[in-house]
């Protein structure tokens, strides 16, 4: 089994920059990709990124793409997500999950199963 935790979310104002972390707890080293998404109220979930944990590549969209950097601990098993720029647009439900994928859906929109989540840390920008 695994655990994710997120962390980090907070109110800020519009400009303003964010770090989230996902801590990994369990059998993590089974996983080898990390993605992070997010939820808004009345929106579906949206990925925002990826970390192909071997060798760190990471994928992002490019709704968020120069504004959002993912990066991971020397252990693997803290994920970061560091946001800049927030905007009112950025305000939602921030999660992580983890799962085993090859490189290529992994550094992907992969919308497949997803095998851990976290619980998700919420993330306000206002104007």
């Known amino acids: 089994q695994v655990q994710l935790a997120e962390s980090g979310g907070d109110s800020v104002q519009d400009g303003g920059t964010l770090k989230l972390s996902c801590v990994a707890s369990g059998n993590f080293y089974s996983n080898n990709c990390v993605g992070w998404f997010r939820q808004a109220p009345g929106k579906e979930r949206e990925g925002i990124g990826s970390?192909?944990?071997?060798?760190?590549?990471?994928y992002y969209p490019d709704s968020v793409k120069g504004r959002f950097t993912i990066s991971q601990n020397n252990y693997k098993n803290i994920a970061y997500l560091e946001m800049t720029g927030l905007t009112p647009e950025d305000t939602a439900m921030y999660y992580c999950?983890?799962?085993?994928?090859?490189?290529?859906?992994?550094?992907?929109?992969?919308?497949?199963?997803?095998?851990?989540w976290g619980q998700g840390t919420q993330v306000t920008v206002s104007s």
């Open positions: 970390i192909f944990t071997p060798t760190d590549q990471t």
């Open positions: 999950a983890a799962s085993y994928l090859h490189p290529q859906a992994c550094l992907s929109e992969y919308d497949g199963d997803w095998g851990y």
